[in-house]
């Protein structure tokens, strides 16, 4: 399963706009989502294109600013050629997918030994949302959304006064904990430098880099933002 990585993009695609109410299309045989709560832009995604293929889809990024090309790779001294080659800037190349299998997981609510903390779970259209408290302020928030027997986890976020504490791993396990409600095989995500320690001390793999393109010079960490 790991070496399809194009099947595990459309996977992960299908999950991130679950959990975000994103629209998405196809452009040519690639995914496409619309961000509509940031760029109003479409994003374009792609695992190892054909230089022909790339062309086509650095023209519809270049049509708008705001849109993006997001390309899944292990050769990013290719993809950074011709992103230059086509008049496309690097916005982000510290990204990776990561994916585990979900038996390495543990199916239990985990416990929250901080007696200042409350963890609040939910449940919206399909995605499971997991928020850490401290009083009045989120402390660490996160949500999952199981597309196809696989948990797509998005938006991983320890606000920064709350970090060092555990509460990344811990939310973590408590998404996959809702994830186990439903018939799920593997986990995916896309995961930012910090992030990609915190995953691997979990037990996930990095599958490949994430290049993202844009003929500006504005991008944002797909993981988060």
């Known amino acids: 399963m790991v070496e399809d990585i194009t099947y595990l993009l459309e996977v992960w695609v299908a999950g991130w706009a679950g959990c975000r109410g994103y629209k998405t299309r196809t452009e ?3 995914p496409a989502a619309l961000r509509a709560d940031t ?3 479409w994003e374009y995604f792609a695992h190892d294109p054909s230089d022909a293929e ?3 889809l650095a023209e519809k990024t270049a049509e708008a600013p705001a849109r993006i090309l997001t390309i899944l ?5 290719r993809y950074m050629t011709l992103a230059q080659q086509h008049g496309l800037n690097v916005t982000s190349a510290s990204q990776t997918m990561m994916f585990v299998d979900m038996e390495t997981q543990d199916s239990e609510d985990p416990y929250l030994s901080d007696d ?3 963890l609040t779970r939910s449940t919206s259209d399909g995605v499971h949302h997991a928020v850490v408290h401290a009083g009045e302020d989120v402390a660490a928030s996160g949500r999952v959304c199981v597309v196809r027997h696989t948990a797509v986890f998005d938006k991983i976020v320890t606000e920064p006064r709350y970090q060092r ?3 990344g791993s811990f939310i973590m396990k408590a998404l996959a904990a809702q994830a186990f409600e439903h018939d ?6 896309l995961a930012s ?3 990609q320690k915190l995953y691997s001390h979990l037990g996930w793999e990095t599958v490949c880099h994430v290049l993202m393109l844009s003929s500006s010079n504005e991008g944002s960490d797909l993981s988060v933002g």
């Open 28 to 30: 040519g045989r690639f």
């Open 54 to 56: 790339f062309a086509n």
């Open 193 to 195: 430098l910090d992030g």
């Open 184 to 189: 799920v095989e593997n986990g995916l995500l």
């Open 165 to 167: 504490r555990g509460l």
């Open 73 to 77: 790779t292990n050769d990013v001294p």
């Open 39 to 41: 760029t109003g832009e």
């Open 116 to 118: 200042d903390l409350q």
